[in-house]
C-alpha cells in the first residue's frame, strides 16, 4: 500500500463524519426554525438576540476548524469522535425534551411553565452543561 492510499482512507472518513455532522446541523437548523415561527405564534419572545451571531460564528468556526484539521492531520482522532458520539444522546435528549419550545435561539412564551423534564429535573440549563 502506497503512502498516498493509507492516507486517504481516514481523510475519506473525516469528510464523511463532517458531513453527517453539518447535514445534521442543517436538519437541526430547518426544526428549530419551524418551532421559533410556533413560538411566535404562542406570543413568544426572544432573549439574548444580541449573542446570537457570536454562537452561530462559533458553530461554523467549530466545523471549518474540524474540517481544517482533519484534513491537514490526515487521521480521525479516535478519542474526539468517541466523546463526540457519546454525547450527541445527551444532546437529543435535550433536544427531545423541549420538544417543539427547542430553537437555536432563546424563546420564553409568556404564561408557560418551564420543562421540567428529562434533564431538565435536575439541571435548568442542561444544554449548557
Known sequence: MTRRSRLSRPTRTAGWVLASVVLQRVAE?????????????????????GHYPAMVGMHVGW???????SSS?????????TGYALLQPLRYWVIRSLGDRWTTRIF???????????PYRSLRHPNYA
Open 29 to 49: 437548523i430547518v426544526w428549530a426554525k419551524r418551532n421559533e415561527r410556533r413560538l411566535r405564534d404562542r406570543g413568544g419572545v426572544e432573549h439574548g438576540a
Open 63 to 69: 466545523l471549518v476548524a474540524t474540517a481544517l484539521e
Open 73 to 81: 492531520t490526515r487521521r480521525i482522532r479516535p478519542v474526539v469522535l
Open 108 to 118: 420564553v412564551v409568556p404564561d408557560e411553565a418551564p420543562v421540567r423534564h428529562g
